[in-house]
């Protein structure tokens, strides 16, 4: 049997092979601080670079599934809806022992209820190859242009805070009073990401959760005249800060950075449910306003979306929890409510892309 991640050391002699390149783990990163998965450490070189993304046909998995989900939502397992909206607990199944149906049920599902929090998954220790298999049946994983991988895997886009690396430092400065940043991960791409999984490695005490919305609500809740006018109009998503923010800390720019233009109002492929695709993060401005008019309209929304504590969760890590998220129907945010002088949280996502976004 392979080495489960949790077994790969600095020290180990053995070498894996992820289908495009042979890696060495006597090379993985030595001074990990004690960090549990070293293997996951981030990994940053200035020198890697990757070609333009291309566009390619996508068909969602979700469009296959059996909407009782009979392969997924056996009678082993129990389930408790966090909100009305969004978010759903389970327990009793294992993602890695889904066959094929069942991971089309769990695409439809991930659609429905927006966020699952998959309890006591086996899923951190599987080898590097596993984790990558199944999660491109989703669709080709998006390697990140710049934030930490494994040495080896780009697939993997790191996510890290403790003693030695503190990252809302590094990327949102140490002069803001909340660190709350609502997103839609890298939604500059020509192809953004649909069925997303983040799995947890290391979780502080208490702290370090994941803050996410429903855009479908929260589409949802503006009047039928205002979703009218929202409707049809476009607005840019930029790569160019997060780029240029990189660069200026010394770290990789991997691929040139694009802008796309988006619907403001994207429509899911299988659900048909339409969200507001906009974000604070990424989206710079409404395509054809005037700058103060998009500013202000989209000023308006970002408002709209961050005071929704009614079709908002906090999403709670426990060790073996797996959290599957619908990028295309959400919006999340980083929680920075513990001490990481003391303690650390350290996570891996992957993220595979979906279709060209559909305007509602």
Not at 13 to 26: A, C, E, P, W
Not at 51 to 79: C, M, N, Q, W, Y
Request: aromatic fraction near 10%.
């Amino acid at each position: 049997m392979a080495p489960s991640v949790a077994e790969i050391s600095s020290n180990a002699l053995n070498s894996i092979t992820n289908g495009v390149q042979k890696v060495d783990l006597r090379e993985t990163k030595k001074d990990v601080k004690g960090a549990a998965y070293p293997f996951y450490y981030p990994h940053f070189d200035v020198s890697e670079k990757f070609p333009p993304t291309e566009i390619f046909e996508h068909v969602d998995p979700g469009s296959r599934a059996d909407p009782a989900k009979p392969h997924l939502l056996t009678s082993a397992v129990k389930i408790h809806d966090v909100s009305p909206y969004i978010g759903t607990e389970i327990k009793g199944v294992q993602i890695s022992q889904l066959s094929k149906e069942g991971l089309d049920e769990l695409a439809l599902y991930a659609a429905e209820r927006k966020v699952l929090l998959f309890r006591d998954q086996d899923f951190k220790d599987l080898t590097p190859e596993k984790q990558i298999e199944i999660t491109k049946y989703f669709g080709p994983i998006q390697v990140h242009p710049t934030s930490g991988n494994a040495k080896g895997f780009p697939e993997f886009h790191v996510v890290y805070r403790g003693p030695e690396r503190d990252v809302f430092k590094e990327y949102y400065g140490a002069n803001r009073s909340s660190k709350v940043y609502w997103h839609s991960d890298v939604s500059y791409e020509k192809q953004p990401p649909g069925t997303t999984f983040f799995f947890i490695l290391e979780q502080p005490p208490s702290g370090g959760d994941t803050l996410f919305l429903s855009q479908v609500e929260a589409y949802n809740r503006l009047s039928p005249e205002f979703q009218k006018r929202l409707e049809g109009l476009t607005a840019v998503h930029s790569a160019v800060p997060q780029a240029e923010s990189s660069a200026k800390r010394g770290g990789p720019v991997r691929r040139e950075p694009v802008e796309t233009t988006h619907p403001v109002v994207r429509r899911h492929p299988v659900t048909g449910e339409k969200a507001l695709y906009v974000n604070q993060g990424f989206t710079k401005y409404i395509v054809g306003f005037k700058d103060e008019e998009s500013e202000y309209l989209l000023n308006f929304l970002y408002n709209h979306i961050a005071k929704g504590s009614d079709f908002q969760i906090r999403a709670t890590y426990e060790p073996g929890t797996v959290v599957v998220w619908d990028n295309r129907l959400t919006a999340h945010s980083a929680t920075s409510d513990y001490n990481s002088s003391d303690d650390r949280r350290h996570a891996v996502r992957l993220t595979p892309q979906a279709e060209v976004p559909i305007p509602a």
